[in-house]
């Protein structure tokens, strides 16, 4: 059965992407959101890499993610730490609040999981109309630059418990026309050499051209749009491995 983001995919993620890991991206987020002293939302929150060092600045900050497992562990780490944000279940193309926010910020690609084009263009609208006027989007996308029919790879993680996790990842699925690529990911679970737990995931990626994602935000109402690379503010990408940050207001 192909699950998302379920138990074994969430575990690995907090174990890969811990709290306190940074790839420049918390400290950009941080400097870009001095002078918000409004409400901001994540839209894919995921464990809480990005939500709780910012909370612990001093951010006012609601995330939401489409994975319950994931949000249980977010949950477990703002609890740790006596924190206490909202936090919610719910899709980036689909979810509707009472409330606009002062920025909404979505890091480290994870937009990138709207592989369809119309729901990636009805994300965008239902970020711009939760938004203040004056509001502020910062969003990250990163290019596909080594698309490979049916290659193969295979990753290892030790758990805290000794378990071993694997994860086998096989892409099987391109269309260029459309701009997005699916892989299928198998997770397994392992305790004193007997396997305990196997989980199959189908996991997509769209991408986009620099300039078309900029005209997209225009053509939807953002204005004011500043394209940075690898979190070096208003520095334009100079080549395709690096990520990509759009910063603009409504």
């Not at 910012?54 to 006012?60: A, N, Q, R």
């Not at 497992?69 to 949950?75: Q, V």
């Not at 740790?80 to 609040?97: D, V, Y």
């Not at 029919?149 to 096989?170: A, Q």
């Amino acid at each position: 059965m192909l699950n998302y983001y379920s138990s074994l995919s969430a575990e690995v993620y907090d174990i890969d992407k811990y709290i306190g890991l940074s790839f420049g991206d918390v400290e950009f987020y941080s400097k870009r959101l001095v002078g918000c002293k409004g409400e901001i939302l994540e839209p894919g929150v995921g464990t809480g890499r990005i939500l709780i060092p910012l909370l612990e600045e001093g951010y006012k900050i609601d995330g939401f993610d489409v994975s319950e497992e994931m949000l249980k562990i977010c949950r477990h780490h703002c609890e740790e730490r006596n924190l206490s944000p909202k936090l919610f279940n719910g899709t980036m193309e689909s979810f509707l609040i009472d409330k606009k926010y002062e920025a909404i910020i979505v890091p480290t690609g994870t937009f990138l999981l709207l592989y369809k084009r119309k729901d990636s263009i009805k994300a965008l609208k239902n970020f711009y109309n939760h938004l203040i006027d004056g509001g502020k989007l910062i969003l990250d996308i990163f290019l596909q630059t080594d698309i490979k029919m049916n290659k193969m790879s295979t990753r290892t993680w030790k758990t805290k418990e000794g378990c071993v996790i694997t994860l086998e990842d096989k892409m099987t699925e391109i269309d260029d026309v459309n701009q997005y690529t699916i892989s299928h990911h198998r997770y397994e679970k392992w305790q004193n050499g007997k396997l305990t737990h196997t989980e199959l995931e189908q996991f997509p990626l769209r991408w986009y051209g620099i300039e078309e994602f900029k005209m997209i935000l225009e053509q939807i109402g953002f204005k004011d749009v500043i394209i940075s690379a690898d979190y070096q503010f208003g520095e334009y990408p100079t080549n395709s491995n690096q990520m990509i940050t759009f910063e603009a207001t409504t």
